[in-house]
């Protein structure tokens, strides 16, 4: 399974803590993974400071008699913008059980995997960019050989990361060495999304 290529269909959760453990029916416990709060203001905040002087040069350059009714509606659609992505990272969430995982993602769809196509878990190392700082990344992987959930280190913490394969009930691999984003996409191309596959040399 460690060299088993994956097409991963589903979204980041994002950077997360475990929610309450809730049960539903019999014995099942359903693990809820959210993002941690801290990670939407630490991405918010910036978003809300590169729009303020976007503002400021639109009122400036327009007239400031006649365009503040422009400036005003820029506003009113951006808050509205910030505020619609705000209510999907806070929606956006991960329940892992015994019977597979239900994923919400960023943009709203919500993907079901049941237990019955979950072969293992693979876990591995990759490097960030020209550095040489690791990302962690997991892929949960169906008995076809293709990734049908994804943790990115960038959004997900480790202590929650070691848990998903315990919470399912499959097996983890661990790839000891790290790889970079090149490799991997010679390797196991479809591990990565889409937009991962090509590479910007070519």
Sequence with gaps: MSTAPMDTRSGDAGDSSPGPTAARGAGLRVITLRPRRTLGWSIGLPVVALVLPLLAVELWLLDPRGGWPIVAST???????????????????????????????????TYTVPARDIAGVLRIQLYRGNSLDTSQELFVVNRAGRGVFRMRGRFWDTETMDRVAGILGVEEIVRPDPVTLAELRRT????????ERRSLSR
């Design 75 to 109: 506003a009113v659609v951006m808050a509205a913008l910030i505020a619609a992505a705000w209510i999907s990272y806070q929606r956006t969430q991960a329940e892992l059980s015994g019977y597979g995982i239900v994923e919400r993602g960023f943009f709203g769809g």
């Design 188 to 195: 196991d191309p479809k591990l990565l999304y889409w937009f």
